[in-house]
Protein backbone atom coordinates (compact mmCIF):
# COMPACT_ATOMS: atom_id res chain seq x y z
CA UNK A 1 0.00 0.00 0.00
CA UNK A 2 2.71 2.55 1.12
CA UNK A 3 5.08 1.84 -2.03
CA UNK A 4 1.77 2.87 -4.21
CA UNK A 5 1.26 6.13 -3.02
CA UNK A 6 4.75 7.19 -2.99
CA UNK A 7 5.17 6.57 0.79
CA UNK A 8 7.27 3.57 0.46
CA UNK A 9 10.22 5.69 2.34
CA UNK A 10 9.20 6.21 5.99
CA UNK A 11 10.97 9.86 5.97
CA UNK A 12 8.55 10.96 3.83
CA UNK A 13 5.81 11.31 6.64
CA UNK A 14 7.92 11.56 9.94
CA UNK A 15 7.74 15.23 10.09
CA UNK A 16 4.18 15.50 9.37
CA UNK A 17 1.69 16.48 12.15
CA UNK A 18 -1.05 14.20 11.70
CA UNK A 19 0.40 10.96 10.46
CA UNK A 20 -2.86 8.71 11.06
CA UNK A 21 -4.86 11.26 8.36
CA UNK A 22 -2.12 10.30 6.39
CA UNK A 23 -2.35 6.77 6.91
CA UNK A 24 -6.27 6.89 6.35
CA UNK A 25 -6.83 8.92 3.71
CA UNK A 26 -3.58 7.84 0.99
CA UNK A 27 -2.67 4.80 2.53
CA UNK A 28 -6.13 3.66 2.96
CA UNK A 29 -5.52 2.13 6.29
CA UNK A 30 -9.01 2.54 8.71
CA UNK A 31 -8.26 0.02 11.73
CA UNK A 32 -7.47 2.11 14.92
CA UNK A 33 -5.07 -0.99 15.79
CA UNK A 34 -3.15 -0.61 12.87
CA UNK A 35 -2.75 2.92 12.34
CA UNK A 36 -1.60 2.34 16.25
CA UNK A 37 0.82 0.28 15.63
CA UNK A 38 2.26 2.09 12.83
CA UNK A 39 2.63 5.30 14.88
CA UNK A 40 4.43 3.47 17.12
CA UNK A 41 7.06 2.09 14.94
CA UNK A 42 6.96 5.72 13.44
CA UNK A 43 8.09 6.76 16.84
CA UNK A 44 10.72 4.53 17.34
CA UNK A 45 12.35 5.44 14.44
CA UNK A 46 12.12 8.72 15.20
CA UNK A 47 14.05 7.98 18.28
CA UNK A 48 16.58 5.80 16.37
CA UNK A 49 16.90 8.67 13.29
CA UNK A 50 17.48 11.04 15.90
CA UNK A 51 20.33 9.56 18.77
CA UNK A 52 22.40 8.60 15.55
CA UNK A 53 22.38 12.11 14.18
CA UNK A 54 23.23 13.07 17.34
CA UNK A 55 26.18 10.75 17.57
CA UNK A 56 27.42 11.99 14.33
CA UNK A 57 27.08 15.56 15.68
CA UNK A 58 28.56 14.82 18.93
CA UNK A 59 32.02 16.64 20.02
CA UNK A 60 33.63 13.43 20.42
CA UNK A 61 32.81 11.61 16.79
CA UNK A 62 31.30 15.13 14.22
CA UNK A 63 31.20 13.21 11.20
CA UNK A 64 31.25 16.36 8.26
CA UNK A 65 27.76 16.70 6.93
CA UNK A 66 29.12 15.34 3.33
CA UNK A 67 29.79 11.94 4.99
CA UNK A 68 26.32 12.07 6.60
CA UNK A 69 25.09 12.82 3.30
CA UNK A 70 26.82 9.94 2.08
CA UNK A 71 25.62 7.47 4.72
CA UNK A 72 21.83 8.78 4.10
CA UNK A 73 22.83 7.42 0.35
CA UNK A 74 23.13 3.93 1.37
CA UNK A 75 20.15 4.16 3.67
CA UNK A 76 21.69 4.46 6.80
CA UNK A 77 19.70 6.37 8.96
CA UNK A 78 20.17 4.51 12.42
CA UNK A 79 22.63 2.36 14.66
CA UNK A 80 20.56 -0.40 13.57
CA UNK A 81 21.35 -0.24 9.64
CA UNK A 82 24.65 1.24 10.39
CA UNK A 83 25.53 -2.32 12.04
CA UNK A 84 24.21 -4.22 9.67
CA UNK A 85 25.78 -2.64 6.42
CA UNK A 86 28.85 -1.94 7.97
CA UNK A 87 31.21 -4.88 9.31
CA UNK A 88 34.66 -3.08 8.99
CA UNK A 89 36.47 -0.73 8.33
CA UNK A 90 36.75 -1.83 4.10
CA UNK A 91 33.00 -1.55 4.08
CA UNK A 92 33.10 2.50 4.91
CA UNK A 93 36.10 2.48 2.33
CA UNK A 94 34.04 1.41 -0.16
CA UNK A 95 31.22 3.73 0.65
CA UNK A 96 33.83 6.93 0.78
CA UNK A 97 36.30 5.78 -1.59
CA UNK A 98 39.98 4.99 -1.10
CA UNK A 99 41.04 8.68 -0.87
CA UNK A 100 38.95 9.10 2.61
CA UNK A 101 40.76 6.35 4.44
CA UNK A 102 42.05 7.57 7.06
CA UNK A 103 38.59 9.58 8.22
CA UNK A 104 37.05 5.80 7.76
CA UNK A 105 39.42 4.46 9.86
CA UNK A 106 38.56 7.23 12.23
CA UNK A 107 34.79 6.32 11.72
CA UNK A 108 35.33 2.95 12.10
CA UNK A 109 37.11 3.33 15.73
CA UNK A 110 34.49 6.04 16.50
CA UNK A 111 31.21 2.95 15.13
CA UNK A 112 33.43 0.49 17.62
CA UNK A 113 33.51 2.44 20.47
CA UNK A 114 29.91 3.17 20.33
CA UNK A 115 28.97 -0.22 19.78
CA UNK A 116 31.21 -1.36 22.83
CA UNK A 117 29.22 0.94 24.80
CA UNK A 118 26.19 -0.19 23.50
CA UNK A 119 26.34 -3.58 24.20
CA UNK A 120 27.56 -3.26 27.82
CA UNK A 121 24.43 -0.81 28.54
CA UNK A 122 21.81 -3.83 27.37
CA UNK A 123 23.99 -5.87 29.80
CA UNK A 124 23.46 -3.81 32.14
CA UNK A 125 19.75 -3.55 31.01
CA UNK A 126 19.16 -6.89 31.68
Known sequence: ??????????????FEKDISTILRS????????????ILDAINVYQKEYQQFKEWMNSEKVKIDKEYQIVFEKNGIYTFNAL????????DLI?????????TCSFIWKCVQSY????????????
Open 1 to 14: RFSNTNLGDIRLIL
Open 26 to 37: QVGITSRNDIKY
Open 83 to 90: FFKIKSVK
Open 94 to 102: TMFGKEQEM
Open 115 to 126: KQQYHQNNQNNN
